[in-house]
């Protein structure tokens, strides 16, 4: 009887297990399809990327499409718009919510002055940014700002600094407070306990913040188009969306540059995957 049970039991256990790695198996199909689909037809002439049935592997590949979009079109430029507004972007958001978290997480307000203010922080998140448009425009023409990079690092920052406060407002939070009141204990400031002993602490929350800032300011689209009207100052979604014209679409450039558009932020996210993981559970479980 004892062995029967112990026989069901390995079997169920082997049966999740098989279960969950089909599941896992199954997501990343899923997630990675698509990405090896752009990046297949990047290398395919333009009658194979339609042809029937699909040409699951190019069979004559070529470099045609990465040509036309990097060398004969300014792809380079929106590559470079995106990555200077996207750096500066986080850095400005992840900097100044680092240290609004912080206030948030350890200072004392009186009348429920942290509740307050913590909700009226994230419900700028909640409005979508499409309502924001006209007085975005009117704002950036009256200061003569329109097509500018610093237009969109002002406008993206507005967006992600309320994501970031409350990323790091929740990792400060699950920091253990007595390691800052030691260190104010032994003399230090609490500017220097908030540099020297919860910043360091903080990385994963600072890596995990960063990356989904990146993600965010590297992708956005809507404030792009309306902020951005000439190639010097647009960015790699408007170019790539450049590419869907009232006569064609070239499917080719299209893929090309939406391939290379995902290698930055895949090379960012493995630099910092040892934090992000962390970052991304640490505070989960608090209540």
Not at 128 to 147: E, G, Q, R, T
């Amino acid at each position: 009887m004892a062995t029967t049970l112990r026989t069901r039991s390995r079997s169920r256990e082997t049966l999740l297990r098989l279960s969950a790695y089909a599941t896992i198996l199954l997501a990343l199909v899923l997630t990675l399809f698509p990405v090896y689909w752009i990046a297949a037809n990047s290398f395919k002439f333009d009658i194979d990327i339609f042809a029937v049935p699909p040409e699951w592997v190019p069979r004559n590949p070529t470099l045609k499409h990465y040509d036309q979009a990097f060398i004969e079109r300014p792809f380079l430029r929106y590559a470079l718009n995106s990555f200077l507004v996207a750096i500066g972007t986080t850095a400005i958001a992840v900097t100044f919510g680092t240290m609004a978290g912080y206030a948030l997480a350890r200072f004392s307000y009186p009348w429920q002055w942290r509740k307050h203010v913590s909700f009226w922080i994230l419900s700028t998140r909640m409005m979508p940014p499409i309502v924001s448009i006209i007085p975005l425009y009117l704002a950036f023409n009256y200061f003569d700002m329109l097509n500018t990079k610093s237009a969109l690092i002002i406008a993206y920052t507005a967006f992600n600094l309320p994501f970031a406060t409350w990323m790091m407002k929740s990792y400060f939070q699950d920091l253990p407070v007595e390691l800052e009141e030691a260190a104010i204990v032994d003399g230090d400031t609490r500017w220097g306990a908030f540099l020297h002993v919860a910043l360091p602490l903080a990385r994963p929350g600072l890596a995990a913040t960063a990356i989904f800032c990146l993600i965010i300011s590297w992708n956005e689209f809507l404030l792009s188009l309306v902020i951005t009207l000439t190639e010097q100052s647009q960015t790699l979604p408007i170019g790539i969306a450049g590419r869907v014209t009232q006569y064609t679409t070239y499917w080719g450039e299209i893929s090309a540059a939406g391939f290379m558009a995902c290698i930055p932020i895949v090379i960012f996210a493995f630099i910092v995957q040892k934090h992000l993981v962390r970052g991304l559970s640490l505070g989960a479980v608090k209540g």
